[in-house]
């Protein structure tokens, strides 16, 4: 099929009649040093610019090409309605996507927790495209926009958390001692992980909170309940006056009721965020009460609703996560108020 390829203006007369009638095998027929059709219209120097131009023309339609594709086998289709439906359709369909939003595709399968807590911005820079290409793919997908999207990945992490028989499943047979050694290495991970995310300027900053605080209020819930426990010891044991917010009864808010200005909140949660954690902080926030938060990333609602915030995610095996560097944190951050107090006591000679 001979195609006449003219001046730049002309790629929308050409996108209506290539896109339908040109595969991509085509198309690059027309790009390849060999292709008669480019030859036979007097383009004999490839080197010259008129025909590097035509060539740029045609590689502009292939994109064009691919792109509409894409969209009449996906976007005319209902958008999927969960994480297995989404997965499922870009495992079958993803190879009609052009080659950018086959990049965001593997991305979004890879790192799906990361896609449900990140902004547009963050996931571009990490997926190096640009804001708009995100957008372009949800779209792809029958969506919106990106944020209908994104919502498959945060309804797959809060489902994802609330089973823990299930992910036993996942588990295969190694033995105890092995199941150990799993869970161990996830610890260190976890340390690893959190001394790259805690910032030292940070921690000085909630320990100069704590440390200046009349009273400080203890709360978390569901699986970060223990870290709250034994924030509750290890303060106490040094003489630092701190509440555990039981929420025994449903009392949460009354246990909060005369925290004030010169008190402080400590927050612990990580995704899915117990939703207990985030009313008791928005209690805080109506009172003036500073909130110093322990949460896992920077989309983390106690993120924004805290003065001061400490990142750390615990490494996981097998979807099961342990407290261990949450459990290191609150020792680092007790033992630090109670020197900022000067609570030491003296040793005797």
């Not at 997908?141 to 990106?146: T, V």
């Not at 805690?198 to 209020?217: M, N």
């Not at 500073?290 to 615990?314: N, R, Y």
Request: proline content about 4%.
């Amino acid at each position: 099929m001979a195609v006449m390829v003219g001046k730049p203006s002309s790629v929308v007369h050409l996108k209506s009649s290539l896109l339908y009638l040109c595969s991509p095998y085509q198309i690059d027929r027309l790009l390849d040093r060999g292709g008669n059709p480019l030859l036979s219209h007097g383009l004999e120097d490839l080197g010259s610019a008129a025909c590097q131009n035509r060539i740029k023309i045609l590689k502009r339609i292939k994109i064009l090409f691919l792109w509409t594709r894409a969209r009449f086998l996906m976007a005319m289709a209902h958008p999927p309605h969960d994480y297995a439906e989404l997965k499922d359709r870009l495992v079958h369909e993803g190879e009609a996507l052009p080659r950018r939003l086959k990049q965001v595709a593997a991305a979004l399968l890879k790192n799906p927790d990361e896609i449900a807590l990140s902004t547009v911005a963050q996931l571009a820079e990490k997926m190096d495209v640009q804001p708009s290409t995100l957008v372009r793919f949800a779209q792809v997908l029958g969506f919106r926009g990106f944020s209908d999207l994104q919502l498959l990945f945060r309804n797959r992490l809060r489902e994802s958390s609330a089973d823990h028989r299930a992910r036993l499943k996942t588990l295969t047979q190694k033995g105890t001692a092995r199941l150990f050694d799993e869970f161990a290495e996830a610890t260190i991970a976890s340390f690893e992980l959190a001394r790259q995310t805690l910032d030292p300027e940070r921690i000085d900053a909630a320990v100069q909170s704590l440390s200046d605080a009349d009273t400080i209020y203890l709360v978390a819930s569901g699986r970060t309940f223990p870290a709250a426990t034994y924030a509750a010891y290890a303060f106490g044991a040094l003489g630092i006056k701190a509440v555990l917010v039981d929420q025994v009864g449903g009392l949460g808010r009354t246990q909060m009721a005369t925290a004030s200005q010169t008190d402080l909140v400590l927050a612990i949660s990580f995704a899915p965020y117990a939703p207990e954690t985030l009313n008791l902080i928005d209690a805080a926030r109506m009172s003036g009460t500073p909130i110093v938060a322990i949460t896992d990333h920077v989309m983390s609602p106690l993120a924004s609703a805290s003065d001061i915030w400490l990142e750390l995610a615990e490494a996981d095996y097998a979807s099961f996560r342990s407290l261990s560097a949450t459990f290191a944190l609150i020792m680092t951050l007790s033992v630090a108020v109670a020197k900022k107090r000067g609570l030491e006591k003296p040793v005797s000679s």
